[in-house]
C-alpha cells in the first residue's frame, strides 16, 4: 500500500497509486503513541472529513478544530475538497490511512450510510472523535455495534442533525425547547400522538426513490466503485447509484425517510423523552416495494409501551391533525394551540435540562455531547424500524431491550445484514 498522503498542490500533479481496499491495515491509536486521551484547553482540535461528496463538502466549513485531512473514493470528489483547503491539508483515497495518522482528534463520516457503522468503529479503535451525518447507520444491528465501539473507546460522537438544540424546527418558526417544556410540563397530558406531514411542516422527499431500469455503465476512470461499493454486495456499477442519488437503494440507504427521517424523528423522540427506549409496534401501508429500488410508503405508525405514537403521515391526508395531541390539549405548527394563554404559561414554567451543544467543549472535556451515541441511535432505529416495515410490507413488533423483531426472522435478517468480504463489524 502507498501510505504517502498527498497535499493539495501534489493533487493536481498525481491522482493515481493508491493501494485497494481490502489490503491489510494496521491502526495505532493516539494514547497508543503517548498522546492524552483529553487534549489540553490549550490544544488546537484537528479533524479529517471521510467523504467529500456534497455533503461532505459542507464539513468543511463546520469550525471549532482545524483540517489536516480529507478522504474520498472518487478523484475528482477530493480535487474538489483539496482545491478549496489549505495547502498543508492531505489528501486520502482509504480513509484507513486517514485514521493511522496519529495527529487527528476528530473524523467526520458524511459518507453514504452503508458506511457509517464501518468507519465509525474503526474511528472508535483508532481513538478518534466522532462527527458522524444522519442516518447514523443503515441497520440497527449496526448501530448497536457503533455504540459498544464508541463507548468501549471512551470516545465522545455527535450525530450531524442538530434540531433538538437549535436551529427552528420544521412549520414551527421556533426551537424545540418550547415544544419540549409544553410536553414535559403536562400540558397536553399522556400519552401523546404525533403526526409527522407536509401540513405539520414536513416534506419526507419522496424524489429520492430508485429507479428499476438500470442497465450496466463504464465505471468513471476517477471513481473506485468496489471500494464506493464496500461492504454492500455487488452490484453492476449506474451512475443512479452512486453521489446525489444512492439514497434511492436499499443496499445504501432508505430513500426520503433515511435522509430525512433522523432530522424528524430526532426531536421527536427527545420531546416524548424516549431517549432511552423504542416502539414495541410498527404498523404500516405502503406498496410493495422493489427488492434493491426504495419507493414510497403512505402512513407508518410507530408505538410505544405506554401508548405513546408517532404517525408518518406519507400522503399528506391528516390536514387539519395536531401536530402533538394529548388528552388534554393539542398544539399545531407555529405554536398554535387549543390551550388557554399558552405564551403566558411558557414563560412561568422550568426549562428543560441543559445540554451540551458545542462538540469541541465535549470533545475538550469528554462529557457527553447533547446527541451523543445512545440517543442518535434510538432515533436512528426509528428510521430504521420504519424502513424494515416498508421494505417487507408487514406490522412489526418490536422489543426495545434485546433490538430484536419478535417472531418474525426475515424482519431480524434485516436489523443484522452481512457485509460483503472482506467487510466485517
Avoid at 461532505?56 to 475538497?81: F, M, P, T
Avoid at 404525533?194 to 422527499?205: E, Q, S, Y
Avoid at 465505471?219 to 453521489?243: C, I, M, N, S, T
Avoid at 424494515?388 to 410490507?393: C, N
Wanted: glycine share 10%; charged share 30%; hydrophobic share 35%.
Amino acid at each position: 500500500m502507498n501510505k504517502k498522503p498527498i497535499s493539495r498542490r501534489q493533487f493536481f500533479r498525481k491522482t493515481a497509486g493508491y493501494a485497494g481496499a481490502a489490503a491489510a491495515f494496521t491502526i495505532i491509536p493516539r494514547r497508543a503513541l503517548g498522546a492524552t486521551d483529553q487534549p489540553a484547553p490549550s490544544d488546537e482540535l484537528t479533524k479529517a472529513i471521510i467523504g467529500v461528496g456534497g455533503m461532505g463538502r459542507g464539513h468543511l466549513g463546520y469550525g471549532g478544530s482545524r483540517l489536516l485531512a480529507v478522504c474520498d473514493v472518487d478523484e475528482k470528489h477530493l480535487e474538489q475538497a483539496l482545491g478549496g483547503a489549505d495547502d498543508d491539508v492531505k489528501g486520502y483515497k482509504d480513509f484507513r490511512e486517514v485514521l493511522d495518522r496519529p495527529d487527528i482528534d476528530i473524523v467526520h463520516i458524511p459518507t453514504p450510510p452503508h458506511w457509517h457503522a464501518l468507519i465509525s468503529i474503526a474511528a472508535a479503535e483508532a481513538g478518534k472523535d466522532i462527527w458522524c451525518e444522519k442516518p447514523m447507520t443503515r441497520t440497527i444491528g449496526e448501530g448497536k455495534k457503533v455504540v459498544e465501539a464508541v463507548q468501549r473507546n471512551g470516545r465522545i460522537f455527535r450525530i450531524n442533525t442538530w434540531f433538538r438544540f437549535q436551529d427552528n424546527f420544521y412549520g414551527f418558526d421556533t426551537p424545540v425547547k418550547p415544544i419540549k417544556k409544553v410536553v414535559q410540563n403536562g400540558l397536553l397530558g399522556w400519552p401523546l400522538k404525533v403526526t409527522v406531514n407536509g401540513h405539520t411542516g414536513f416534506d419526507w422527499k419522496f424524489q429520492w426513490s430508485g429507479r428499476t431500469d438500470l442497465t450496466p455503465q463504464p465505471v468513471p476512470a476517477e471513481l473506485d466503485y468496489d471500494f464506493w461499493l464496500g461492504p454492500a454486495p455487488y452490484k453492476p456499477y449506474h451512475p443512479h447509484r452512486v453521489h446525489g442519488t444512492f439514497r434511492g437503494y436499499w443496499d445504501y440507504d432508505g430513500g426520503g425517510l433515511g435522509d430525512m427521517g433522523q432530522h424528524y424523528l430526532d426531536p421527536v423522540q427527545y420531546i416524548l423523552d424516549k431517549d432511552d427506549t423504542s416502539p414495541i409496534e410498527v404498523e404500516v401501508d405502503a406498496p410493495q416495494q422493489h427488492p434493491d429500488a426504495v419507493g414510497s410508503w403512505r402512513r407508518i405508525t410507530l408505538r410505544y409501551a405506554d401508548g405513546c405514537e408517532i404517525i408518518l403521515d406519507g400522503e399528506n391526508k391528516d390536514k387539519d391533525a395536531p401536530f402533538i395531541e394529548g388528552p388534554e390539549g393539542k398544539l399545531f405548527k407555529k405554536m398554535k394551540s387549543d390551550i388557554p394563554n399558552l405564551e403566558e404559561k411558557l414563560k412561568e414554567l422550568p426549562d428543560p435540562e441543559p445540554q451540551l451543544t458545542d462538540f469541541s467543549e465535549a470533545v475538550r472535556t469528554r462529557q457527553k455531547f447533547a446527541l451523543d451515541e445512545v440517543k442518535a441511535f434510538r432515533s436512528a432505529t426509528l428510521v430504521n424500524l420504519g424502513a424494515i416495515a416498508v421494505r417487507l410490507g408487514r406490522n412489526l413488533r418490536f422489543d426495545p431491550v434485546t433490538l430484536q423483531c419478535i417472531d418474525d426472522e426475515t424482519a431480524n435478517r434485516l436489523i443484522d445484514q452481512p457485509m460483503r468480504a472482506p467487510w466485517h463489524l
